[in-house]
Structures are given as C-alpha cells and as structure tokens.
C-alpha cells in the first residue's frame, strides 16, 4: 500500500540545462501509471529521479507521506526493471531471483518463499534452474521483473522493459505483465514507454512529458477522447490526428467552423459570441472520417493507400500528406478518386493556440 507524490519537481545538470520543471504529480496504491512522450522528454530521468538514481535538482518527492530526497535508492522500498535484463550470466534463474534476499539477510524459508511466489506468478517454476543464455528474451524479461516481485517493493518502476524484444515476444510480455499487475491488485506501479499501444491498454493513468513539463494526465480514454491540446491529440493515437486550420463562424452548444472552399464542420465543443471570427485548428482522428454527399470537412484525392486487411489508410492530396483518413475494411482500389469526408459533431476537436477550447 504505497502512495507517491511529486511536488513541484526539477531537474537541472549542471547548474544551467533544464530537463525538467514543476512536475507535480500524485500517484494512488494500486495505480499503474505510464510515462510516455517523445525521445529526450525526460520520462527516464523522472522514473531514475523517483528510484534515486538521479538527484533532485529542486522540489519534493514523498513515498507514503514521507519526504525521500535523500533517502539513498536502496532504502525507499523501489524495484526497478531496466530496459537491459542485467542477469547475472553464471547464476541460474533462481539464483538471480535469490541475490538481492541474500544480501538482506533474509531466511533461507523466506527467500525459497518469496521465490517460489514470484516464480509462479511469471510461470517461471519450469526454468529456475537454467542459466539466462538459455531462456528466450521474454523469459529473461520474466526474470528481471521476478527479482523484483521476491522483494515485495512499495512501488515497481519499469523503464521500456519490453523495447529489446521482437513484435510478437512484446504483444505476449506485455500481456503478462497485465496479469501480474491483476494478480497485484495494491501493488503500486510506474511504467516507461515510447510505444504507445504500451500505454494505452497498460496503464489505469497515462502521463504525457513534453516540453520539460507535463502536457496531460488521465486515463488512456480521457486522453485518446479529450485532449487538452494538440501536442497531445496528436502523440495520442495512431496515425496522428488530423488538423485542419479554419475560423468560428457560429458560436453556442454547437460551433461550426468554415475551413475555407466551401468547406465547413461542426463541434459539441460549446463557445460563446466572444469566439465568433476566432481563428482555430479542427483535429479529426482518422478513424472518425466517413464519407459524405453532404458538407464535408475535406475534400482530397486519394495519393497513397496502405490497405491492412482490417482497415484501409488514405493518404491525400490537397491538404498534404499529413492527412489521413482510416476506412474499415478493404478500398485498395480507390486510389486517384477524389472523396469527401466529414466526421460526427461530438468527434471533432477545437484548438486555439495550441490548447483545446474544451477544458478553457
């Protein structure tokens, strides 16, 4: 049962090069939490930050209620998975997962305790005595995270474990860490990724790094439905949101807004008489585009086609090749048709300055 909370946070190197600031951040038992963002954001550092391994530039860190900014990484009660496996070669499974009980003086029915525990929950029992080189990478992984569990840690931190293994072996460890994660229902965890589809079925909240801060926390629907600006509407979903400039011409429950050449959409995002003639960026997700004989939100003719079986990517021509539109089913044969498309009024977003008008 263990709570964190980030007040205020910083991290400098140096004296002068900023990577972080005023993150501030609370974290329930039993959550797990997902840091994701582009490459250099600082998710990393955040998560080493946490762990101890980094020093804090500025600000307070508290692990149930107490202040830990001091508090060496061996004594705040963190296990940590690395992106590397770090097995020790010559030891076997169970020796790996018995090192670190070892070192604490731990009875010898305690630690075949903790890993005969730990072993079953990561279906390990078969392999405790092999040596790593001959498990697969995702059995290694499977380790790494049972030399976590036997310590029964206050907060588990992840930083990519999975970003070494293959498509396949990835989809499979990233299952079973959902069900470790059930089984370790008040187990408190935070988790490091640039893959998204991580994110969002993993994580209870997601928290997006961008610009040495905290763009948005929330749930992976709260994200993926309302995003709060267009950083994170278009790092959340895959492909990327489409974003299309235009000016308010009607305002209230409803706002439309005219995109130019006789082209115009309407919102559920509400605004009042003082936006009308504001200048804005409509965002419509790919996936929510269909094909109309009525108004359309874009007119274009189709450039590319990458056809997946279930679904069919368009890529247009018009309004570059950033505009895409995702079809169910098979359309290989349309490309050079020219298509209008639109999107339903509660699924088209309203940016001004970057920001979503939504949550003003």
Avoid: W
């Avoid at 070669?89 to 075949?112: G, Y």
């Avoid at 994170?232 to 400039?245: E, K, R, T, W």
């Avoid at 098979?330 to 490309?335: F, L, V």
């Amino acid at each position: 049962m263990s709570t964190l909370k980030l007040t205020n946070v910083d991290k400098t190197y140096g004296g002068t090069v900023n990577v972080l600031r005023d993150i501030n951040l609370d974290i329930e038992t039993g959550e797990l939490i997902v840091f994701v963002g582009p490459s250099g954001c600082g998710k990393s550092t955040l998560l080493r930050m946490i762990a101890g391994l980094e020093k804090i530039t500025g600000g307070e860190l508290q692990i149930d209620g107490a202040v830990v900014n001091d508090v060496p990484p061996a004594q705040r009660g963190i296990a940590m998975v690395f992106q590397s496996y770090a097995l020790y070669p010559h030891m076997t499974v169970r020796e790996n997962m018995q090192f670190a009980l070892k070192l604490a003086k731990k009875t010898p029915a305690e630690i075949d305790a903790a890993v005969a525990s730990a072993a079953e929950k990561l279906q390990l029992t078969d392999y405790l005595d092999r040596l790593p080189k001959a498990l697969s990478g995702g059995q290694r992984q499977r380790v790494a995270i049972g030399r976590s569990i036997v310590r029964d840690p206050k907060v588990y931190l992840f930083d990519e474990p999975l970003s070494n293994l293959d498509a396949a072996l990835r989809v499979a460890t990233r299952i079973e860490i959902a069900q470790l994660k059930e089984a370790m229902p008040d187990s408190t965890m935070i988790y490091v990724t640039h893959d998204q589809v991580e994110a969002m079925t993993l994580a209870s909240r997601i928290v997006v790094l961008a610009n040495k801060g905290i763009a948005q926390v929330g749930t992976p629907l709260e994200l993926y439905e309302s995003p709060k600006n267009e950083f994170v509407a278009q790092f959340i979903g895959s492909p990327a949101m489409n974003l299309l400039p235009g000016t308010i011409v009607e305002t209230g429950a409803l706002t439309k807004v005219d995109l130019g050449h006789g082209l115009e959409v309407t919102s559920t995002v509400p605004t009042t008489d003082a936006d009308m003639g504001m200048t804005v960026n409509v965002g419509i997700r790919p996936e929510d585009l269909v094909e109309t004989d009525g108004t359309a939100a874009f007119e274009g003719k189709v450039k590319i086609i990458e056809a997946l079986g279930e679904v069919t990517l368009m890529y247009f021509d018009g309004a570059g090749a950033d505009f895409i539109c995702k079809l169910n089913g098979i359309h290989a044969g349309r490309r050079g048709e020219t298509l209008r498309l639109t999107a339903s009024p509660d699924k088209v977003h309203v940016f001004a300055n970057g920001e979503s008008l939504l949550y003003r």
